[in-house]
């Protein structure tokens, strides 16, 4: 585009046009200027500089009124001249910045801004901007003397004045960026010439002059409406820390003499307005800026927009880099500002003022400062003693920042903290704040209702999750970004803090009283975390991190706390309320009379249970969480502790199986996720590892608890659990234990019946599962002893099915049902095994007859089941004992009910009358067939089922009777077709020959009635059957209507 | 159904310490009875959780015997008997020996030697309670007495396959070095007694069915043969106890025969000095406290005999103490001689005071009998332990009485 290269070809083109412009002063003469300068190159422009201004400058000079439009696209022109030329001269250059300015002034004053339009405006900053980089070298510091401090000043307040007043997005910021310029602190890409010392020094005297100012309205603008937009803001609060770190340099300020230099300036009215930045002006420009700093402080580092905050981070960085010494009553704001925002939302904003707070403790400007040191310590105290206050009264984003500044004060403190924490009133203070914040709410009653329903959630079987710990719900707060700061604050703690000192304040909270014992448990779970150096990031490395054996001990002692009867056996559950009632015979005064006598710890288990008069919903749900928090936090140990976690699980493994087992699912949630991180820790593969590995101690402790009495539920559970989550490999080990379980029970009967059961349960369910496996090893072991050949797993089925056979007559039904579901699986186990399992059948029977005839239905109905499993396995064994004992009530009570079914509706399918019809009728086909029964007694259970054949039967019960007649095919197909035939007869049976009679059978001829529909269906089949049998033999020569022979 | 004679038949071993005055003494339940008491000294604790205390009343109201009530109220306050410290499991055989190796500092852990019926020595981590370690070298048949020297560097394993090996532990190792071979068929364990540095005498049956055989280790040189006078009819020797009066002074062995008899022997002149009929049955086994002069022996039957020796190296019988039950396979008194513990064959531990063998305790843990009790050396005694070994394959660890 630049076609003239040459001055002389440049000067001859543009000639005309500025000739032109000097005549007559127009928009277009100025506009063909402009674009006449388009051609020419920057070079040649440069030697013509002055001449092309000349016909502009004269535009702007020319006295009266001048239109807008034009002053616009003079000054847009001078702009573009400059831009790309130099200004070489002084004059030239004071000259244009006065001419420029001018263009602005109004006569209002500064009061207002300027009335052009927005336009001229945009166009006069940036003009003037661009004068402030054309200036060339030296020449720009001929701007700032002491005679031009009145232009300055003027340019000064306009520019504050545009930028604070007008709407104009764009005016603003670029006015603030002019400003920028003009205070020597431009940012832009192009070369600035540094100043030297001297230079800066005189400069900052000139500048002092405005600071005032400019200060007051940079923060008017960044404390100002945030609708503003953050770009504004983000802009004054640079200028504000250029402006205010340049002129309270230390460097700086340190040269002043005391006494004011005998004025050199000329005139007097200049030096008037000069500065003499002296000890006195510092301290009070100090205060005010305090002031101003406090306020930016304050609404910066609250603002939405993460730029600005960052802007803060710089703010504070720069101020204490630059001017430390004399902002010094500001920099405990500046640093609080910082620690706050170390934990800001923003990962940029965090990432920077950690950067930055790293720094300043890295140049040592807080540890070796005293002052800062002493700032900071004091923050801490003040902000300790007023925590507590401040957690029960602010709001949450009040808590938030609050913590947020606790937590940076710490981080920043390090280990100087424990200076704090040393004098007990602050301790004291800030744990009383914690024990305040932490406050849970335990008023969720779903947690106490829901139960353990068998099985465990589907993740835990198929591989290991990370533990999750329970979302928890705090009475003082609900934003969530507080507990995590919470814990923060805690790890942090447990990070610089004297370990030793911390966790024993916080046990004793623990031990003092109910309604810290969770609070004191999370904070403790946390310190542990956090002094083992895991999640949390830190400014500096401490200086010492306690030895893995002192994490151990600490870890020990605060496991034994939680896991200490009174702390870990809590009631969590009406039914355990009673069963623990039921245990207490001795009326509660004279126990109470007793344990005062001789207090001790080791009852205060039952005790207390009966002391408490009745737990309310409240303090359950309070006991779940307590536990819940216990369980995590043995989660936490053994992720601080890692494999050397592995001794520990001597003690620690027990109470948490113990708990896996527990009927709360909330609890036992709990517990499996603990399990989950202790294999993760630990480096078990799975929870089965985990239980199959450590069984030695599980054992050790079920067996030492079946001892007494009131662990013996807990034995149990912690035995159910262990079967639940193992294989075969689990039962060499576990088949000590049994014994005991097995001997425990004996000893009491009466009263642990219920729980053991469940246990004897799940161990049947477990050897039903794995016989084959554990047979081999255990074939050897029994054999050695001499014991009849009979495997270690099928001899303890045939143990736990002798105590059974005991409770089969318990007076509670629900003892009952259990026994008779472990019967029936004992049974199963023992099956391979005839010569231990009729005796054992032997010997169940006239209790089993019992439950049988003479029983509540429930009972009657699994008692069936039972029977039925023990015919599969036992066959004929039973025969005689069958019809003899039982076969004579059943077929008695099902005759007796089939008129009642008959006639009832659709209801009657959801009774249990219904359910036991249905179950006995299912159940006697296979009877039938397995006990090989004789005639009599197959024609009397043909004759009860006949009428359950009746199409006013429920539709089930006619199934299920015509199952009893498929079976009976199958054992004696003539009987069956006879009596069948004696109700329906649906064919003539023609006499082969004359002589012999024909055949007579009593259905014959008969009208359709309400057995004639099964009868036939049955018919059907059986016929099939026959063909099916005969075909092959036959060779296709069907016989179809064929009496079977007589 | 386990049965044995102690668990049907009801005694209340509540008597020995308030058998004085208590009539009936078949009447506490068999969990109470155990519950045994005395030691006053200890804080008293409630037994409130536990239903059993009330039962006790019902019982006591069929006779009343004056002062009952005071009675009652210890029995209601005492302690329960003590659960053991912790329980090992997995010897699968039963335990027939055991020997605690706890004096070396840290880092070393303390470890306990159990040889059972299968022909292991197993080693236990007692910090762990696993075992470490097993030694496989009796080729199957009972280890009865195990017993370390030098520290835990070398170990000593006497076994049924009539051998007593000497095995390497130093640095990891574990191989037999040495072995000595014996004749004798019983089970009668050794005896082991340092005389100097890396110098020991070793006692063990000899080839002839009653005699004794005193070696020399390592050299295995024999220092002498005891051999009762002819027609002394001591039968089989069944347990020994080699003693020396201080360090350096001449050596004497305790000796319990098959027929019921203690014999001393001095070793140097190989002569028995005295010889005392204290059972009717073979000793099964006994402890001699050298201070005091004192010492204790089981038998097959329901009797402790204590015995002591006089000035005139005479042995008498200073006072015998009846048991419910007979048969004591080990008996064996702490370090600090201030109690006893013996193995009984109706599967109780029971501690007694050394001094005049009060009943401190019956333990009642095991289902089996019990073979083999032992006390830690432990050089701090709140630590001491005590490990008892039984036929139903446990090892039971206990912490008792070790606060004085």
Known sequence: MAVFDTPQEAFGVLRPVCVQLTKVQTVENVERLQAQLQKVNAAALQELQEYVLFPLRFTLKTPGPKRERLVQSVVECIRSILSVTCVKKQDLLHELFSELCTCLSSPSGLKRPPPQSEEVKLTVIQALQALMHSAYGDILLSLYQPSTLPHLGFAVSLLLALAEQEKAKEIRTSALKCLQALLLHCDCQEYHRLLDKEESQRCGDLFASFLPGISITLSRMITGDIKQGHMITVSAIKLFYQTVGFIMADEQLRRFPEKKEKPRVEQSRIADLMVHRGPDWVQSTADKLSLLIHKIVESSSVHQHWKVRLELVELAHHLMLKSSQSLVASVGQLLKALVGLVNDDSPKVRSRSSEVLRSIAEQKVITENRALADVLSENLHSLATALPRLMTSQDDQGKLSTLNVLLGSLKLLGSKMNIVLNSTAHLHRLSKALMQVLELDVTDVKIVEERRQGELPASLQHGLQKGQAQKKYFRFFTDERIFPLLQQVCRVLGYYGNLYLLVDHFMGLYSESVAFRKQAAL?????????????????HEREAAPSMDDLKGTITS????????????????????????????????????????????????????????????????????????????????????????????????????????????????????????ICQACGYGSVQQLISENTDYLVNGISLSLRRVAHQPHASRVLETMLRHSDASLFPLVKDVIQDVLFTLDQSYDSQAASFLRVLHSLMAALEVFPATAEEPQGNDTGAEGEASLPAHAQVAKDVMERCIHLLSDKSLRVRLK?????????????????HLLPMAHRAWPALVTRLINDDPLAVLRAFKVLCTL??????????????????????????????SARAGPVYSHTLAFKLQLAVLQGLGPLCEKLDMGEGDLNRVAGTCLVYLSARQPMKLQEAARSVFLHLMHVDPDATWLLLNGVCCPHRYPPPHASLRPVQLSGMGRPRGELTDNVLHLLGELEQRERAMLWPRTQGAPEPHGPPPP | MRTSPGRDVMQPVTAHVTGSWLPGRDRGARRSSSAVLACQEQPVECRAADPLPDQHHRSAGVTRPPGHRYFWMIATMALPPPDPEFVLRGTAAPVHTLHFSCRSQEPEFPILFSGSANGLVQIWNLKTHRVDKTLDGHGGKSVYWVETIRGRDELLSQGRDQKICLWDLAEGRSMVTDSVSMDSVGFCRCSLLKM????????????????????????????????PEAGAKLGMPMCLKLWQPGFGACPFLMAGYEDGSVILWNLSMGKMLSRLACHQEPVMSLDFDSEKAKGVSGSSEKVLSVWSLDEQQNLKVHKTHELINSGISDVTIRQDRKILATAGWDYRIRIFGWKKMKPLAVLDFHTATVHCVSFSDHSRPSERLLAAGSKDHRISIWSLYNQT
């Open chain 1, 558 to 677: 605060i496991l034994e706390e939680y896991t200490d009867q009174a702390n870990w056996h809590l009631v969590t559950s009406t039914e355990e309320q009673e069963e623990a009632n039921d245990k207490l015979a001795i009326p509660p005064s004279r126990l109470r009379a007793l344990t005062e006598g001789a207090h001790s710890s080791s009852h205060v288990l039952s005790s207390a249970a009966a002391l408490e008069p009745n737990p309310t919903i409240r303090s359950m749900n309070s006991n779940i969480w307590q536990l819940c928090i216990q369980l995590e936090g043995v989660g936490c140990f053994t992720h601080a502790l890692g494999k050397e976690f592995r001794v520990l699980l001597m003690s620690a493994l027990y109470p948490v199986l113990e708990k896996a087992g527990d009927s709360t699912l909330f609890i036992s949630q709990t517990a499996t996720g603990t399990m989950v991180d």
């Open chain 2, 196 to 227: 100097a540095q890396d110098r020991w005498l070793i006692a063990m049956p000899a080839d002839d069915p009653d005699e004794v055989q005193v070696l020399e280790l390592p050299s295995k040189t024999s220092v002498c043969t005891l051999k």
């Open chain 1, 819 to 835: 026994v008779l579901d472990v019967l029936e699986l004992g049974v199963t186990v023992l099956h391979p095994h005839d010569n």
């Open chain 1, 523 to 539: 904070v403790l779970n946390e310190l542990i975390t956090g002094a083992a150096g895991l999640g949390l990031d830190v400014l």
């Open chain 1, 871 to 900: 015919a599969e396995k036992c066959g004929d064994f039973l025969r005689q004992r069958f019809s003899k004992d039982v076969l004579p009530k059943l077929a008695g009570s099902l005759s007796s009910q089939a008129p009642v």
